[in-house]
Nanobody, 116 residues
Framework: QVQLVESGGGLVQPGGSLRLSCAAS????????SGWYRQAPGKQRELVAT???????NYADSVKGRFTISKDNAKNTVYLEMNSLKPEDTAVYFC??????????WGQGTQVTVSS
């Protein structure tokens, strides 16, 4: 059974930083592509960043240069380092991993609120 557990969200002022973590069980990040998505109120879920099994990364234009996705294979954990946060980054952030059949697995989400 695949389980993804996100943590690290919270309230931060504009310009601040947060690091999200996603710990997995039942699936290995080293083998499968994974990523972070977000969903703001009233909007569709959108891609934030992805990382392949080989470590190649991809980012939404809106977060390039500010966010960094990484993974620790030994801890089976994916991270999202978020810097220079803006109010428009406010959303629920979800961890995602795809298995060999391209089936999506999602975490429960963690709230990120950027506000002064």
């Amino acid at each position: 059974q695949v389980q993804l557990v996100e943590s690290g969200g919270g309230l931060v002022q504009p310009g601040g930083s947060l690091r999200l973590s996603c710990a997995a069980s039942g699936i290995i990040f080293r083998i499968y592509p994974s990523g972070w998505y977000r969903q703001a109120p009233g909007k569709q879920r959108e891609l934030v960043a992805t990382i392949t099994s080989g470590g190649t990364t991809n980012y939404a234009d809106s977060v390039k240069g500010r966010f960094t996705i990484s993974k620790d294979n030994a801890k089976n954990t994916v991270y999202l380092e978020m810097n220079s946060l803006k109010p428009e980054d406010t959303a629920v952030y979800f961890c995602n991993v795809k298995n060999v059949f391209n089936k999506d697995y999602w975490g429960q989400g963690t709230q990120v609120t950027v506000s002064s």
